[in-house]
């Protein structure tokens, strides 16, 4: 006996299964990518991606910038848009980090994003101790420092391991307005009610122009998952 169902022209055979369905013969086709082109750096031309993601593009006439940070790890880079910068034009402001001597750096550099270059602004005021592996961020056209980690030397004033690591604690301000610092906690908690020295840490702008910071590692190297909220 033969059972025959059929629905869509599928056909079930008992004893031989077969099966026959109205598939096309060829898959369909693939669906046409878009292109997306987007803004070109200086001194580069206008690139088109086959699909509509941002893509890197190499941004090496900036490398030949006298004003141009050196070789570094452990900095931070904060935007600034450019309705917040003095300068009318969008900034991103590197501070800090290791250099390739794996010395602290206290340095500070602004690039002007809209005419690709670079500048070194020298800030008055007492600025924060050199420092890397510390957290920042933006609110308005101020850039706020938390932490980070600063290499002691050894006895014979050079950075081998026989000296030790100091971290830090304190908040710090830079006024991109003028180009000042300013301390906003002492070196020392005046109160438990603070966080404790570390680096690794996040820090990112709330509402109401506040501060949330987030974890890190402690003095002792070990994982923090506190939140903090100046």
Avoid: N, Y
């Avoid at 034009?89 to 590197?94: E, G, Q, T, W």
């Avoid at 206290?106 to 592996?133: I, N």
């Avoid at 304190?170 to 404790?196: E, K």
Wanted: charged letters at 15%; a neutral charge.
């Amino acid at each position: 006996p033969t059972l025959s169902l059929t629905t869509h022209s599928l056909s079930v055979s008992l004893g031989a299964v077969s099966v026959d369905a109205d598939c096309p013969a060829h898959p369909p086709a693939a669906r046409p990518r878009t292109k997306s082109t987007f803004p070109a750096l200086p001194g580069h031309k206008k690139m088109a991606s086959p699909r509509p993601l941002i893509a890197w593009s190499a941004a090496t006439v900036f490398a030949a910038d006298p004003a141009a940070p050196g070789p570094r790890l452990g900095h931070v880079a904060v935007p600034i848009p450019a309705a917040s910068s003095a300068w009318g034009d969008d900034l991103v402001v590197v501070h800090g980090g290791l250099s390739a001597d794996k010395w602290a750096l206290g340095d500070v550099c602004a690039l002007q994003a809209g005419a690709g270059e670079w500048a070194r602004p020298q800030p008055t005021g007492l600025a924060p101790p050199p420092r890397a592996f510390h957290a920042a961020c933006a609110v308005g056209g101020m850039v706020f420092i938390f932490g980070g980690h600063a290499w002691l030397p050894a006895a014979d004033g050079t950075a081998t391991a026989a000296g030790r690591v100091a971290k830090f604690g304190d908040l710090w301000a830079l006024d991109t307005a003028d180009w000042s610092w300013s301390r906003l906690t002492p070196p020392v908690p005046l109160s438990p009610a603070a966080p404790a020295a570390r680096d690794f840490c996040a820090l990112a702008p709330i509402a109401g122009g506040r501060l949330l910071l987030f974890g890190g590692l402690d003095a002792a190297d070990r994982r923090l998952d506190d939140a903090w909220v100046f």
